[in-house]
């Protein structure tokens, strides 16, 4: 039985920052892909737009890819999420990262099998793990 190697936060930053990929990691598992299309990234802005319309009471905010550590194995860059005012307080870093859940994940599926079977299996298992609120995945 071969050993496998189980991914931390620390891996990731031996990862260039400049060669075209999106480097994750879930449950110790390294998942790679391109940048996002144009069209992918044209729809991540308008649903940020959307939720920061509806947040302009002050109450949260939507952000684009942050980083989101839940654990030295669980380290990922959701398309979209809102964070109330509240949970932010507790969640941001002084790192700058996310250090846990937030009330809103939002996926932009990717072409391609392996970015949709992330997306709809091993992200919704995080998530539903970590105690995110609301994941929605746009198609």
């Not at 030295?72 to 859940?101: C, N, Q």
């Not at 072409?111 to 992200?123: I, L, T, W």
Request: aromatic share 8%; glycine share 8%; net charge negative.
């Amino acid at each position: 039985m071969r050993a496998t190697h189980r991914f931390t936060s620390s891996d990731l930053e031996a990862f260039p920052d400049n060669d075209g990929k999106r480097y994750e990691i879930i449950d110790g598992e390294l998942y790679v892909s391109r940048q996002p299309h144009f069209y992918h990234q044209r729809v991540c802005g308008r649903i940020f737009s959307m939720l920061e319309q509806a947040s302009q009471h002050g109450e949260g905010e939507p952000v684009i890819a942050p980083g989101l550590i839940f654990a030295d194995d669980d380290d990922v860059a959701p398309d979209v999420i809102w964070l109330s005012s509240a949970r932010k307080a507790t969640t941001l870093g002084p790192d700058g990262k996310l250090h846990a859940a937030p009330e809103l994940i939002v996926e932009v599926l990717s072409p391609g099998v392996a970015n949709e079977k992330r997306d709809r299996e091993a992200k919704l298992k995080l998530y539903s793990r970590r105690g995110v609120g609301e994941y929605w995945i746009v198609d």
